[in-house]
């Protein structure tokens, strides 16, 4: 079935240790995005890429990076973790950005030590 | 700036009953709306959209209805079943923008 795939589901990394998130997809879609949910809250979006444009939310600490080396593939690149940065990140994509849904991945958890 | 809300953070409701989810939204502009239903330690899981030409439309067990003179987006669900506890998020767009979610609202179902 066509999906949104994050991984991992789970991730452990410590105070200031680089951490990569990983998206794939096989809907084909032009645009993928990233979001940040605390818990209890709404997710937040840190940026997205329509095809190969990257476009960073204005709010985004620069901490955070992104690459989509392809169609298929989306990565959150974490620099240097905060124990503030423990969250929940979501991968979703979209056909288009103009009133369009956007289709969710099961998410990645991650935990800073 | 713009912002999407939700009037009630936790809705408890008996098993079998209908329940109702509220959202509010500030901007005018906004055309186009989702519902989403998000599980515990999962992913957001579109349930039903609407875009600002229509005032109802109708899913499976599931009704959204768009009032734009008051701002107003409600979620319906019939007969609800213990599968529908989860919380529910509201995002709005306009034009060309992005999503913007709402709060979110906690729906539990008592048996």
């Known amino acids: 079935d066509a999906m949104v795939i994050q991984n991992p589901r789970y991730q452990v990394t410590q105070f200031g240790k680089p951490v990569t998130l990983s998206c794939s997809q096989t809907l084909n879609h032009n645009v993928m995005y990233w979001y940040q949910q605390k818990s209890s809250q709404a997710p937040k979006l840190l940026f997205h890429?329509?095809?190969?444009?990257?476009?960073n939310e204005a709010d985004t600490p620069d901490n955070f990076q992104s690459r989509r080396p392809n169609t298929s593939f989306c990565f959150l690149d974490i620099r240097s973790p905060g124990l503030g940065d423990a969250a929940m990140y979501l991968c979703?994509?979209?056909?288009?950005?103009?009133?369009?849904?956007?289709?969710f991945g099961p998410g990645t958890r991650l935990l800073v030590l | 700036g713009e912002s999407v809300g939700l009037h009630l953070p936790t809705l408890s409701v008996q098993e079998g009953d209908n329940s109702i989810i509220n959202c509010a939204y500030s901007n005018s502009a906004s055309d186009y709306f989702i519902w989403y239903k998000q599980e515990s330690g999962k992913g957001p899981q579109f349930i039903i959209d609407?875009?600002?030409?229509?005032d109802k439309r109708q899913g499976q067990r599931v009704t959204v209805l768009l009032n734009k003179t008051v701002k107003h987006l409600s979620l319906q669900i019939a007969a609800t079943q213990p599968g529908d506890s989860a919380v529910y998020f509201c995002?709005?767009?306009?034009?060309?923008?992005?999503?913007?979610f709402g709060g979110g609202t906690r729906v539990l179902v008592k048996p």
């Open positions: 890429y329509y095809d190969k444009d990257f476009n």
């Open positions: 979703a994509t979209g056909r288009d950005i103009q009133g369009e849904t956007q289709y």
């Open positions: 995002a709005e767009a306009s034009g060309g923008n992005k999503l913007t």
């Open positions: 609407i875009r600002s030409n229509m």
